[in-house]
């Protein structure tokens, strides 16, 4: 069984690391920075949350940051260790809760996730996010990234 919870840096030290190679060469293309640096600042926002087993182990981190201005708008984001594909049951029971929650924060959620990230890319269509356009030079590294939203 699994447990969703408020994040920690302590959980993001723990996660980085273990990160599934996609979203470290994601974290890599878009920003330009190791996991290690980014994650422990993206669990000092408001709205982020862990995924953990039963055994205390953090296998995901995921939220959403506010867009200054534009109140409707958030940047949804997700994180993972190889340790989701274990969990893969429970997280579709829980996922259309906390989309909903997530919804009631911001109306629209968002953001451009990396081509090669095809795992996260099914899971956000199953999720019913829509892809809108691939901007082919994004981020850093100027790799394809897939914009993607999903409204309340």
């Given at each position: 069984m699994i447990t969703i919870r408020r994040a920690k840096v302590s959980d993001a030290i723990s996660l980085a690391p273990r990160l599934r190679s996609a979203d470290r060469d994601e974290c890599r293309a878009a920003l330009g920075m190791e996991p290690r640096i980014v994650l422990p600042l993206l669990v000092q926002g408001d709205c982020v949350w862990a995924g953990v087993d039963q055994h205390s182990e953090v296998f995901g981190l995921f939220g959403i940051d506010p867009v200054k201005g534009m109140d409707h708008l958030g940047i949804v984001w997700m994180v993972t260790s190889p340790d989701i594909f274990k969990h893969r049951r429970d997280l579709l029971k829980l996922a259309p809760e906390w989309?909903?929650?997530?919804?009631?924060?911001?109306?629209?959620?968002?953001?451009?996730?990396?081509a090669r990230n095809t795992t996260?890319?099914?899971?956000l269509k199953r999720m019913g996010f829509s892809f809108l356009r691939t901007h082919p030079e994004y981020g850093v590294e100027k790799r394809p990234f897939h914009e993607f939203a999903r409204l309340r």
């Open positions: 989309l909903d929650r997530l919804h009631h924060v911001r109306p629209l959620l968002g953001n451009h996730i990396d996260h890319i099914r899971w």
